[in-house]
């Protein structure tokens, strides 16, 4: 259990993204055969929030498969990397993320959209009210706190330094930081950090305190649009072929389930999954939960939410050009969402086909 989410483990993500390709010997065991196929899924929550799945089971949506909670993380990079060395049976992450590790040979694919970012959902850069940092060129050395490196905040916080100007060797002189989420607030205020990344609940309890401001929001760089993917190993995907469509296809319901059900009835359940789960945590940041923000129906995947960070990725030199194409990287087949009486795998689905 260390091992998912010791802080070193985090830090180290990027050396353990070269070792991924290992996990091709990984995975459940099993075949095909329906009856021999596993229903019962290993996944990592996050402290005092629900993830989509955990509200698909809690909803019925997962029928006969069974969720196992093995602990929590605070870092979609380890997540996926956990999912690909098959210590859990799904990862999610920020779509930059789950495009390094499939560079490395990592043998995932992404099969649905969990999160994104909308008016309602969204990450803000936030600054002390009185702070002296108004622009990019402020932000040269100092500090930016963020859950994890190398995911959906470092990307967003690139973004915005390369479009207002900065080099490549200013950029270098921000320096982003690992500081958990429910401790970002406090290491604002105490000013350890100059900028605090905060989304969602987290932002909305903190702006409700008062005496922050917001630098930027990744809503304001890139308008809506769906920003992480949960993937699957492979080999789990090939074994476990009707286990990986109930779990996809139900998490797609939950996600249409939150779209259409009023906000006040979305969080009651939530309160009430965290209560009944019985992990130690506080319920009030609950009731600032607004949207999970994906932006298309069901959670499906499309080349251009992936394409995004495939440019971006190779612009930094993190990626060669050309190593690898969106397509590739996931499938729709497991989500029968909206297709009554036809089988996912009848439409385009992936892996060059979607």
Request: some cysteine; charged content about 20%.
């Amino acid at each position: 259990m260390s091992t998912l989410i010791t802080p070193s483990s985090r830090r180290q993500f990027l050396t353990l993204l070269g070792l991924s390709a290992v996990a091709v010997s990984c995975g459940s065991g099993g075949g095909g055969a329906a009856k021999d196929q596993t229903k019962t899924l290993r996944y990592q929550g996050w402290a005092g929030s629900v993830i989509l799945p955990e509200l698909a089971a809690d909803l019925g949506f997962l029928e006969d498969v069974k969720l196992k909670w093995v602990g929590n993380t605070i870092s979609g990079p380890q997540d996926i990397q956990s999912a690909a060395t098959g210590q859990v049976d799904f990862g999610g992450a920020f779509n930059g993320a789950v495009v390094k590790l499939a560079a490395r040979k990592a043998p995932i694919t992404a099969v649905i959209s969990y999160y994104g970012v909308d008016r309602a959902a969204y990450n803000g850069f936030y600054v002390l009210k009185d702070s002296p940092i108004h622009s990019a060129r402020d932000l040269i050395g100092q500090k930016v706190g963020m859950n994890t490196l190398g995911a959906h905040s470092e990307a967003m916080l690139d973004i915005y330094l390369q479009r207002h100007g900065l080099s490549q060797a200013d950029v270098k002189k921000v320096e982003p930081l690992v500081v958990p989420p429910v401790n970002t607030e406090q290491s604002l205020r105490q000013k350890q950090i100059q900028v605090g990344v905060l989304g969602d609940i987290l932002r909305d309890k903190a702006l409700q305190t008062g005496g922050i401001r917001p630098l930027f929001t990744d809503h304001q760089l890139l308008g809506n649009f769906s920003a992480g993917t949960y993937v699957v190993n492979d080999r789990f995907l090939k074994e476990n072929p009707d286990t990986a469509r109930t779990f996809v296809t139900g998490v797609a319901r939950a996600i249409e389930w939150a779209r259409a059900t009023p906000r006040d009835e979305v969080i009651a359940r939530q309160v009430e999954i965290v209560k009944k789960r019985g992990r130690n945590e506080g319920t009030a940041p609950l009731k600032y939960w607004k949207s999970f923000g994906v932006a298309e129906t069901a959670g499906r995947i499309t080349d251009k939410e992936l394409q995004l960070w495939i440019d971006w990725l190779a612009k930094r030199g993190d990626i060669e050009k050309g190593q690898v194409k969106a397509s590739d990287l996931y499938t729709n087949e497991f989500n029968a969402y909206g297709r009554p009486g036809k089988s996912p795998a009848a439409e385009p689905t992936s892996k060059s086909g979607s």
